[in-house]
């Protein structure tokens, strides 16, 4: 049992609260996954600048000089913004690949989060509560965005194994289930190239989502390829750098609700995850239909 929500913003008065917004909606869902919480926020882009997202367990000694080694390494001007055992660094977009890659050679015991035009991922063992206040994400603001509480059931609680997944950049998953057929998929993944960094069968999830939208798939199209491909019990919410996704099983034993104004979509595992967005009370409220994807894009409602 864990607990998901997600928020895409139509409204753009509303982005200087998606991080408030999406904060409370988790916090909502404690009781569903006490183990770790994590949350993704897409932010506006900045120009020809790029993110990654890295995390350590030893920040103090990881982080310490990382900035000056990198510009080194990448005879470029960058910047790192330190979060607790997390930071941002910002870059040249041209540079994101060589960035990811002089973080992997320069320090081997930090994890990307996450890498992107516009896309922080934040991720950790505790209560969403504890999650959410470390890294400030109450204050942040951004387009839309996913979290999770997780309640391990098939792997170790640990950084690591916390949702979201982010295998692609601007890309990211959360899960609620389990999949059947996660062993097999991932050696045909790893056969196509792709990598893993845990033993997590929601993170096979979402580099088979990430593999398919690399053949020039749009989101909503690689969820409809999930429903075949997919064996198992899931519910999933995705995010890409415009895009917001949601589809469950066709048995859909897991639970779900959405909520959609003028302003704004919704999910939440519960209702109660809802029930202070703003004008939830004159939104069209529906239960997502099993094996049906459900689709949002700014760039294409543009």
């Not at 979509?265 to 004159?282: D, K, T």
Request: hydrophobic share 40%; charged share 25%; proline share 4%.
């Amino acid at each position: 049992m864990c607990g998901i929500v997600g928020l895409f913003l139509k409204d753009k008065s509303l982005e200087p609260q998606l991080g408030a917004l999406l904060s409370s909606m988790l916090v909502t869902m404690t009781d569903r996954g006490p183990d770790s919480a994590g949350i993704a926020i897409y932010g506006n882009g900045n120009g020809d600048k790029a993110k990654i997202t890295i995390q350590s367990a030893d920040p103090m000694k990881d982080f310490g000089g990382l900035e000056a080694e990198l510009m080194k390494a990448l005879e470029s001007y960058l910047s790192i913004e330190i979060k607790s055992t997390h930071a941002i660094v910002t870059l040249p977009k041209d540079r994101l690949d060589e960035g990811r890659t002089a973080i992997a050679e320069l320090r081997p015991d930090v994890r990307i989060m996450s890498s992107g035009d516009t896309i922080e991922i934040y991720k950790e063992v505790g209560l969403p509560k504890d999650v959410i206040s470390r890294f400030g994400v109450t204050s942040m603001s951004g387009t839309h965005g996913i979290g999770h509480t997780r309640m391990a059931t098939e792997s170790a609680v640990t950084t690591l194994g916390a949702h979201p997944f982010s295998t692609g950049a601007d890309q990211c998953l959360v899960h609620n289930g389990s999949l059947s057929n996660h062993n097999n998929l991932r050696r045909e993944l790893v056969r196509e190239g792709m990598t893993f960094g845990t033993q997590n069968d929601s993170e096979v999830a979402a580099a088979y989502l990430t593999a398919e939208m690399a053949k020039g798939k749009d989101l909503g199209e690689a969820l409809t390829g999930a429903l075949s491909d997919l064996d198992g019990f899931f519910t999933f919410v995705v995010g890409t750098k415009s895009g917001f996704g949601v589809v469950r099983d066709p048995i859909a034993c897991k639970p779900a609700v959405m909520a959609e104004t003028d302003q704004y979509v919704a999910f939440g595992s519960e209702y109660r995850a809802l029930v202070n967005l703003p004008g939830i009370e004159n939104a069209r409220i529906w239960e997502p239909e099993p094996a049906t994807v459900y689709f949002w894009d700014h760039e294409k409602a543009a």
